[in-house]
């Protein structure tokens, strides 16, 4: 069955609401889904079928608990890790955007903890390595 990249992504939109998430939230994993997905990966929408990702109801705030100069410490009180990450790629833009002297040699450290499912941290690669680009598409 062959369908366009709209309705895919209308699927998987839904689906990914139907387990609980925000819209904000259903945006993030959507998007990491999808680019999983569209390069032919096995960790894309097919994680949708069957017992799918539901959002845990024990999930809270995602809170910052440490920052340093040069490193910051997240808790994703059981937030789906797409959720988690996302907000530390926020982080990152944000301290790139303030310190000019921001190269790729300079690497602010960022620890999560307490988020479910890291297998798709390519796609965030993808996103710090474009800067700007993300915004362009919202």
């Known amino acids: 069955m062959k369908i366009s990249i709209r309705e895919l992504e209308e699927l998987t939109n839904k689906a990914v609401k139907s387990y ?24 894309g929408v097919v994680k949708l079928i069957g017992k799918g990702i539901p959002r845990d109801p024990k999930a809270g705030v995602i809170i910052m608990e440490k920052e340093t100069p040069i490193s910051s410490l997240i808790n994703g009180n059981k937030n789906h890790a797409m959720v988690v990450v996302a907000k530390a790629v926020e982080i990152v833009k944000v301290y790139r955007k303030n310190h000019v002297r921001f190269t790729p040699r300079i690497l602010r ?3 999560v903890k307490f988020a479910l499912s890291f297998g ?19």
């Open 20 to 43: 609980g998430y925000r819209d904000d939230e259903v945006r993030i994993i959507s998007e990491v889904l999808l680019y999983a997905q569209l390069r032919d990966n096995n960790q």
């Open 120 to 138: 798709w941290i390519r796609a965030v690669h993808r996103i710090l390595r474009q800067p700007g680009k993300r915004e362009q598409s919202e």
């Open 109 to 111: 450290f960022l620890a």
